[in-house]
């Protein structure tokens, strides 16, 4: 995220053995809000279920870094995530809009 300096990082991670999906952000942006955003569509007998994880900077420094986690989603299929961080003023900083990951269960 971020055109001339990287404003964060962001990890679409995926657990296969339980099947859950989640967002991870590095954020170098001190003051601002991580929204972070995974919708599951319905389909394979599953409901479709979207959760946001907004987050304020300074309530989750680790080690040193602003690195914040979204709510594991199980989604065995495909979801879809984005994020947007804004600034102290509440302006638009980064955004990664709305994009599909897929995963395909290893062979038995």
């Known amino acids: 995220m971020g055109t ?3 404003l964060a990082t962001v990890e679409i991670k995926h657990a296969p053995k339980c099947n859950t999906t989640w967002v991870r952000v590095i954020n170098t942006l001190e003051g601002s809000t991580v929204n972070k ?22 309530n989750f420094a680790v080690a040193g ?6 709510s594991q989603v199980y989604a065995p299929g495909c979801v879809t995530a984005s994020v947007h961080i804004t600034d102290a003023s509440g302006s638009v900083a980064g955004e990664l809009p709305p994009q599909d990951f897929c995963w395909t269960a290893p062979p038995s």
């Open 4 to 6: 001339d300096n990287l």
């Open 37 to 58: 955003v995974i919708e599951r569509r319905a389909g394979d007998g599953l409901p479709a279920y979207k959760v946001e994880d907004p987050e304020f900077s300074s």
């Open 65 to 70: 870094n602003n690195t914040s986690y979204g």
